[in-house]
């Protein structure tokens, strides 16, 4: 009953029945849905970390600082209540017609959405610490020479930041990666190669959770969703491993 | 003239783009929210907190998730104990024992730092693992040990964030009036930093009441009250996911009603670390 690690990964064949393991549908709609939500979550991010650090008043400080905490700490269920409740309709009402489309909203789109709102918290906070990490002389010097603020954001700050940016992405996406339960409730779990955001897909970490309970009484079943969780850790490790070393190495250099 | 036009409409441009991308951030909270409160608050009753969920609970008949919030708490404060017990003292050992070998407890730090970001779902499989080759059976034992495994690098690294700011000079101080290491730990530095101590305690209780998907292998479920480590407990996420995904109208409202108790007590958690940090933080020494 072996089968060959490439027939694993990049067979599309998933009929546990008789003994076909083919994770390519569950691998793609974890990139599709993953990416999906860095898109959307990447420059929200990006921007509120400039807002904060750079021209924000106490005021609005005293405000986020809360929000964010509090975003950070609502478990992953609760995002999936949200997501059937608030985001599931609205993207079967209003995103779905935009593209001429008729979906029941249990989509990629919808598993994104959420997925975004959950790791925005945890890039933020990443981001902050980056743009305070770059001294302020920098800035100032520039700010004398008769540069705008924009200027040296553009100029400056973004180009110093660059690598620590780049992680802070990277970390976003290895955190929505393995989440499960707030993707699992919203995103269809149809076992096929999605080709568009606006179809239903089963990430991996969703594969796993379903099928805990029968993995036993199938023969292999339990190998090949141990299997899965093995691809995921691995993926997570490595940007997870990569991130943290650029923003290690930043950190130390400033 | 004209460039700096360009230039002021331009950095304009930008200050209203961050000014939405962070209103978006809080209006996200504000919706999250609005809709619990406003789907949980009806179906929200005294016989939900306290009675455990009769026959034909499933089908909308009458009972409650006490089952649920007691196993949750038990399961969060279990899993918070032991990892307290771990906890402090390696963050400790950290930054006093090791505190002149500064690449050793960086990479320590980086370590911690990729365990944290590990999936809860890759820990309740390798829980699930672990169990089937002890052959145990899924119980609160189990997810406990899972639940404590899963919350050990946020326990360490938020208390180490707090004792990395312990000034120096207090050590040198505690040296030279003849104390010994432990001694300084826990006397000196574990003082300095209760109140980051009951900071990262708390964080961790509300990671640990939270998570779903490492006791969904593990802890199991049931309708009875937890009465014994080695028996199946019911957890607040899990009831929730599971009322959920039923297709009965009067079990969805349960589900909107128990996440509005999960939510309330991850804000009451919340609010307290937040009280208790502003509180302590004038006792701290500052040099």
Redesign the interface.
């Known amino acids: 009953m072996d089968q060959p690690f490439f027939n694993l990964i990049f067979s599309k064949d998933w009929r546990p029945l008789s003994g076909h393991f083919g994770l390519f549908p569950f691998i793609i709609s974890s990139l599709w849905v993953t990416i999906l939500a860095l898109i959307i979550a990447g420059?929200?991010?990006?921007?509120?970390a400039?807002?904060?650090t750079q021209?924000?008043k106490t005021y609005?400080l005293k405000?986020?600082h809360?929000?964010?905490?509090?975003?950070a700490?609502?478990?992953?269920?609760?995002?999936?209540?949200?997501g059937?409740?608030?985001v599931v309709p609205f993207v079967s009402e209003h995103i779905a017609p935009l593209f001429g489309k008729q979906t029941s909203g249990y989509t990629i789109m919808s598993g994104g959405i959420v997925l975004a709102?959950m790791i925005?918290?945890f890039v933020?906070n990443i981001l902050i610490e980056v743009f305070k990490s770059i001294p302020e002389e920098l800035t100032e010097v520039t700010l004398s020479l008769g540069a705008?603020?924009?200027?040296v954001?553009k100029n400056i700050l973004m180009r110093k930041a660059y690598p620590g940016i780049v992680s802070a992405f990277g970390?976003g996406l290895?955190?929505a990666?393995?989440?499960?339960?707030a993707v699992l409730?919203v995103v269809g779990n149809v076992t096929l190669i999605p080709h568009g955001a606006l179809q239903p897909g089963y990430p991996l970490?969703a594969l796993?959770?379903n099928n805990?309970g029968e993995m036993l009484s199938i023969p292999m079943y339990d190998s090949a969703?141990?299997f899965a969780?093995f691809v995921?850790?691995i993926i997570?490790?490595l940007?997870?491993?990569i991130s943290?070393?650029v923003i290690?190495r930043m950190f130390k250099t400033m | 003239m004209k460039r700096s036009k360009l230039r002021n409409a331009e950095e304009l441009f930008f200050r209203g783009v961050m000014i939405i991308s962070t209103s978006v951030i809080g209006f996200a909270l504000f919706l999250i929210l609005w809709s619990i409160i406003k789907r949980g608050l009806p179906a929200l009753s005294w016989e939900m907190l306290t009675q455990t969920p009769k026959g034909g609970f499933y089908f909308g008949k009458e009972g409650g998730i006490a089952n649920a919030i007691v196993g949750s708490l038990y399961l969060a404060s279990g899993a918070t104990l032991l990892a307290m017990i771990i906890g402090i003292p390696v963050s400790l050992y950290m930054n006093v024992n090791l505190h002149k070998r500064k690449k050793l407890v960086n990479s320590i730090r980086f370590l911690l730092d990729v365990m944290w970001g590990i999936p809860s779902i890759v820990y309740g499989a390798f829980g699930f693992t672990f169990m089937i080759y002890f052959g145990m059976q899924s119980s609160l034992l189990a997810g406990i040990i899972t639940v404590t495994l899963f919350i050990i690098p946020i326990m360490i690294r938020s208390i180490d964030e707090v004792l990395v700011s312990v000034p120096n000079g207090l050590m040198e101080a505690s040296y030279s009036l003849g104390s010994t290491r432990s001694e300084t730990s826990y006397k000196v530095f574990f003082r300095q930093c209760i109140s980051g101590v009951t900071t990262a305690v708390l964080l961790s209780f509300g990671r640990a009441i939270g998570d779903a998907a490492s006791v969904l292998f593990t802890t199991g479920y049931t309708d009875h009250m937890p009465t014994s480590l080695s028996q199946p407990t019911a957890t607040l996420p899990l009831a929730i996911f599971f009322q959920m995904s039923s297709p009965i109208a009067e079990v969805k409202e349960r589900a909107y009603a128990s996440a509005l108790i999960l939510t309330l007590i991850i804000l009451f958690i919340s609010i307290v670390s937040r009280i208790i940090s502003s509180k302590y933080q004038k006792n701290k020494i500052k040099l």
């Open positions: 420059p929200i991010c990006l921007f509120s400039i807002h904060l021209y924000a609005v405000i986020m809360p929000v964010i905490d509090i975003l700490g609502l478990p992953s269920v609760i995002f999936g209540v949200w059937v409740v608030i709102i925005i918290p933020l705008t603020r924009w200027m954001i970390l290895s955190r990666f393995g989440e499960t339960i409730m970490p796993i959770a805990y969703l141990m969780a995921l850790l997570v490790i940007f997870n491993f943290r070393m290690h």
